[in-house]
């Protein structure tokens, strides 16, 4: 389990992305933020904000009605 976790369920897009761009401002480089989230669409979001970003999307998955990323902090 990872240290750094974002619970953005219930939010709507864009904010799981805009909470989960400021949520790894403060998780250092090479390590992984857990992110939690219940709208469909994040799961193309993630996918394209790590392609932007130059983060690593380790893993997304989901648990029933929540999606489940994990972002390795990997842009400078």
Same mark, same amino acid.
């Given at each position: 389990m990872?240290?750094? %976790?974002?619970?953005?369920?219930g939010? @709507?897009?864009?904010?799981?992305?805009?909470k989960?761009?400021?949520a790894?401002?403060?998780?250092?480089? $090479?390590?992984?933020?857990?992110?939690?989230?219940?709208d469909? $669409?994040?799961?193309a979001?993630f996918a394209? #904000?790590c @392609?932007q970003? $130059? @983060?690593?999307?380790?893993e997304?998955?989901?648990? $029933?009605d %929540?999606?489940i #990323?994990k972002?390795?902090?990997t842009a400078?």
């Amino acid at each position: 389990m990872s240290d750094h %976790v974002l619970d953005a369920k219930g939010l @709507n897009c864009p904010l799981p992305i805009l909470k989960a761009k400021k949520a790894l401002k403060s998780v250092p480089s $090479g390590e992984i933020l857990t992110i939690y989230a219940t709208d469909p $669409g994040s799961v193309a979001d993630f996918a394209a #904000f790590c @392609n932007q970003t $130059g @983060n690593e999307l380790v893993e997304s998955s989901q648990d $029933g009605d %929540v999606y489940i #990323f994990k972002i390795k902090h990997t842009a400078a």
